[in-house]
């Protein structure tokens, strides 16, 4: 008589793992709500990037290499001046003939340009900002119809100022599973 089984009742082995998920959810929420950008981006040093005396082989090699499927592009002050993506060099593909010299990265530069990107729009924060702050602007940016790429971390948010880090939406499962770590050792020490 499965047929008459109430469709509100949930399996008990699924009740504990509905649990969980929610238990996980809420730590999640006062991880993003204490966690700064300053201790959860990916620092400049762990990077990968470029620069536009750089040839566009590099660019590619660094996405290839490291499954990246974007390289922040940055001036010798290391402020942000664009991006170079997979989605780049498809449109470097789709707009230049073969004939074309793009060899350095400054050959492409209105192509790497972030305002030029079709695919995805990045976004600037201070490194003060809260890591629930980043997850607002990525869900309003979903809402809209819009991925964001990569929020590139500065002083103050500012586009002209040096790039401190990065921070993805890979980033958010990181900090998340950084914060449990941190709490269950607290629970064990506790007891």
């Not at 492409?108 to 990107?117: A, G, K, V």
Request: glycine share 6%.
């Amino acid at each position: 008589m499965l047929g008459n089984r109430a469709t509100s009742e949930v399996p008990d082995n699924r009740r504990g793992e509905q649990k969980r998920e929610t238990e996980m959810a809420n730590s999640v929420t006062e991880c993003e709500k204490i966690s700064w950008m300053g201790n959860c981006l990916v620092p400049l040093e762990d990077v990968c990037k470029c620069t536009l005396d750089e040839p566009i082989s590099k660019a590619i090699s660094y996405i290839i290499d490291n499954r990246h499927s974007h390289i922040p592009v940055l001036d010798d002050s290391k402020r942000v001046v664009g991006v170079f993506s997979v989605s780049t060099l498809m449109e470097i593909v789709r707009k230049h003939d073969s004939n074309r010299n793009c060899g350095l990265l400054a050959s492409i530069n209105d192509d790497l340009d972030i305002e030029n990107h079709k695919t995805e729009v990045f976004r600037f924060v201070s490194i003060s900002s809260t890591v629930a702050d980043v997850r607002r602007m990525y869900e309003e940016a979903k809402e809209n119809g819009k991925h964001i790429g990569m929020f590139f971390v500065t002083a103050n948010g500012g586009t002209d100022e040096p790039l401190h880090g990065i921070f993805t939406k890979w980033d958010f499962s990181k900090v998340s599973a950084k914060f449990l770590a941190t709490d269950d050792s607290t629970d064990a020490e506790a007891k």
